[in-house]
């Protein structure tokens, strides 16, 4: 067994650590490293960022840790809670009820899955034209072997309207790692770190990964491991050149089978009354199974009415269309302008006029019409091919003016939906947005839910920013990248907000550069670089904010531009030039004259900075004046109940007194910090809790 204080354990978790910065924990058990190691040297070392920097630092721990028992105990303690947990994962959806035939695809799935191991990786590329039932294969083959995978089963579903929106290697990565028993606020931030983590995760494991609508090889190439339980399943409308895969064709059903589906679908009594039409719809369905459940509802009214160059799926959606009432028939129309990730009730009341009660209803119509399917959230959305059917649809009965007065509608909504829910998760912060003097927090009634709604609605949210852009509506854009700040701040997703992020510094840049909107879009950019370890990048946007509040005469952005550039100092264990970063910032709070904007702002903001200042002097081992600062920012914040932030410092205290040798001091502090962060729900800072109340003893 590895020695957990050897150079290459330590090296390890310095390197685990070091990559999860975007987390929570990460950022803490690192600044706790930090603190050690200007303990241990005496002097400032910069953090570690490559493999030979690591390896020099453990080095220094592990002598040191040999000569104090106290070091040894609290570097042991950090290895230990770093240790990865493991889940089952079970994200396969549910097959189809009524499945016939496909003995060909479902033996080559089979046959490769059973062949024995010789280092070639598991994987088979089922592909088939939209409609044809792909998806139903490889769901019906999954469930009915779920008995080779004990280990778990995972699924994504890369759907989007082209590669540009279709979800990234990254986005997948982060939720299959999370869904592996990989805490949220663990994650690593850069693409190479979670691949490493995934293989690492399922290497000896029995998994089936499911891959659908995958439009390039490209997209899933490096999910493709060799591990010898693993079998990956890519599924895609046409052949995936660039991938060494086993192919797996899916065609259309013989007569037969279809109409076997078709009985099993209608019912008997139905196809009897339709029997002299059965032959004709039997045709226009071209052995496509969603094609055939198009048809199903409509089977008396006769066979689809094919256009020349239509495809069997698109025939037989026209015939449902024709079949709606008026009002759902709109929605249809209208719900397909754009690729909405997650159509629900309020948008699609927003996109029709309607009320929420009466959309829902329509939407039901929708569904059972096969036109559009479930989505993610109890939402729905529909299948590409039928939402290009429902834009064309749109564009020729809605014309010009009301297919974009519908957009502009959506768009709206999303954008008060988004403020509100932002007003609910971080009412202190200042905000510069025109709604937010016109709305009033909600419906959410607590930061937890909405923060949990903010997330929820996010790739609706992003493609509202990226809709916004190509209307020319900077002011949306740049308006509802500011609501999504409550979200990077608390929850993270910067891998999902970061395009959304670069549209509002566009649209700032072009319509009001040297502004506090600029200064806003770029800090917001910044923090999001930060969180995915693009630190030059991050840099750069940060002086850019700076630059734009001081030719906009905006102290109070300028302090936060700086200010947050302390912060990436902290991270980076340059604790000087963050302690002087975070001393600039007060001094341009302090600069804020009575009356003048921001003013109602400067004493919490000076709070948050002393207890940044106390974070930098711990770190540089000045433990006695960063005490005197960090309880300077606790009485702030506990005589404005700001619990989490108080509890924040507590456990700042906490670490100082660990780290100036005084574990009893500590142990009072830990227990106050999480009796306010199980209220806060801050479950990544209370395993952090844990691991100080650990080193204590």
Known sequence: MLDPLSVTAVTAFLTAAGTSMASEAGKLAMESVGGMVRRITGRETPAPTGAAER??????????????????????????RARPAFAVPELLPAGPRHFTDRDGPLAALTKEAARKADGRPRVAAVYGESGIGTTAVVLHWGHREAHRYPDGRLHYDLQGSSLATSPDLSTVLAHFLRCLGLPAEEVPASLDERLREYRTRIAGRRLLVVLDHVRSAAQVRELVTGAPGVFTVVISRRPLTGLDAVPVPVGPLADKDALRLLTDLAGKQTLKAAKATLP????????????LHAAAPQLLAGPPVARPGWSPVTAAVDTAYRGLTPAAARLYRLGGLRPWPALGPELAAALTGADPAE??????ALADAQLIEPGPTGRYRYRESVRAHAESAAQAEEGLAGCTAAVRRALAAQLRLAVQADLTAHRQRWQLGPLYRELTPGPAETIGAAVTALAAELPNLVETVRTAEEFDDPETVWQCVEALWAL?????????????????????????????????????????????QQDAEAEAELLAAAEADRQAGHRRGRATAVESLGLLRLRQWRFTEALDCFEQAAALLREIAPGEDGEADVPRGLALLERHQGRARRGLGQYARAEVQLLAALEYFEKTEENYNAARVLTDLAENHLLAGEPAAARPLIDRAATLLRAERATAHLAHLESLRARCS
């Open 280 to 291: 004709a719809v039997l045709a226009s369905c071209g052995g496509s199974p969603y094609a």
């Open 488 to 532: 990077q701040l608390k929850a993270g997703h910067n891998e999902l907000l970061l395009p959304a992020l670069r549209m509002g510094v566009r649209a700032a840049e072009a319509h009001h550069p040297g502004s506090r909107i600029a200064g806003r879009m770029h800090t917001q950019l910044a923090f999001g670089l930060m969180e995915l």
């Open 55 to 80: 390896r020099a630092v453990a080095e220094v721990l592990v002598r040191a840790a040999g000569q104090d028992a106290g070091l040894a105990a609290g570097l042991s303690v950090l290895i230990d």
């Open 359 to 364: 959309a829902t209803e329509l939407l039901g």
